[in-house]
Structure formats: structure tokens, C-alpha cells
């Protein structure tokens, strides 16, 4: 019997939907349960958010207490009403508590260890950005080559790489890429594209 590839596709999809209305009325199916909600840990009026790591967009809850007239952030976990994530968090989502501000451990001076020294100094955020423009700027005006071997205009330098991290917004990534294109730069990645 001769089968086209619409009738193949058609047989295929009742065959599937078949199986999935069978495990759906199933009563003993996983299908056919509902999806327990997981209990808060603490429910303490958190406000929603979204993981900023990446596009699956899993809901968060954030919890924060006032001390001294400030909001503080305690606790953040799954949000159990979120359709996507439904309470679970992946390492990287269940570690956001320690990109808030209020994380005792985030670095909040200037630390800078020299070539070959074995101790870091404190040092002031003008002389950090004056040292990453100095650098940047020498780097890219050694390394930049205008032509390639077979004399094609390319402008670039091929010393500088830019790679970009979850934490970074929308804006922040524009502006990256703004910057980084304008100096040449060609090796401009993300890393939730590797
Ligand atoms: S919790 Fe994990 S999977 Fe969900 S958005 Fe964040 S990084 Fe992505």
C-alpha cells in the first residue's frame, strides 16, 4: 500500500493523541494526577518576580523584612502558583538570593591583586574604570587590523573577547554590544548561547 506523507503525519498524530487521552483518563496515569503544590517555607507576603538567568522565565517568590526603615531581602524560593516552574528552581535560580544587594558575602570595594603579587589591595572605583579604559583602549589600538590577508576591509581586533553572564538585563546587553562593535571587537558571546 502506497502511504503519502500527509496520510503518514495523519496516522502519526491520531497515534499520539490516542495515547495521551488514554494516559489522561487513565486514573493511575501521571498524566491524569494534579500536580501537587509544593508547601512555602515561609509566607510572609512575598511579591512575585522572574529569574533573571535565563528565557524559561520561572517564577519566584521574595520575601523581605524591614530592618532599621529598610527593606531586606531573607528569602527567595519557587513560586508554587508559577505555571512554568510550579515551586522548583534549578542551582542557578535557587542561589538568586545571592544576587541581592543585601548578600553579606558580595564583594562591595574594589579588591586588585597585581601581576605576581600574592595579596589584594583596596583600591577606589575611579582608578578601577581609569585602569579597564587604559587597558581596553591600548589592547584594541595594538591588536587592530583594518585589512585581512586578502585585503578586505575589517576593522576588528581579535585580542579582546566580551562574554556575557545571566545577570546582565536586556539594556546592559545592548549597551555591551554597542560598545564592544564600535571597538572592533568580534568574539561577542553569551553564555546562554555556548
Ligand atoms: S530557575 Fe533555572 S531554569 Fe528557571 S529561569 Fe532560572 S535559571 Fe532558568
Sequence with gaps: MELSRRDFLKA?????????????????SVLAK?????????????????????????????????VNGRAVVFNIEGDPDHPINRGAACAKGA?????SADNPWRLSKVLYRAPGASDWEEKDWDWAIEQVARRLKDT????????????????RTEAIANLGGSALDNEECY???????????????HHARI
Excluded: H
Design 95 to 99: 542561589s538568586m538570593r545571592q544576587l
Design 140 to 155: 584594541r589600538d595594538a591588536s587592530f587590523i583594518t585589512r585581512d590577508d586578502n585585503g578586505n576591509v575589517v576593522n
Design 12 to 28: 502519526s498524530g491520531v497515534g499520539i493523541g490516542g495515547v495521551f487521552l488514554f494516559n489522561a483518563f487513565n486514573p493511575d
Design 34 to 66: 494534579p500536580v501537587a503544590t509544593l508547601p512555602l517555607k515561609k509566607r510572609v507576603g512575598e511579591k512575585v518576580t522572574i529569574c533573571p538567568y535565563d528565557a524559561s522565565g520561572c517564577g519566584f517568590l521574595v520575601a523581605t523584612e524591614n
Design 175 to 189: 549597551l555591551l554590544s554597542k560598545l564592544t562593535r564600535a571597538l572592533g571587537v568580534v568574539y561577542l558571546e
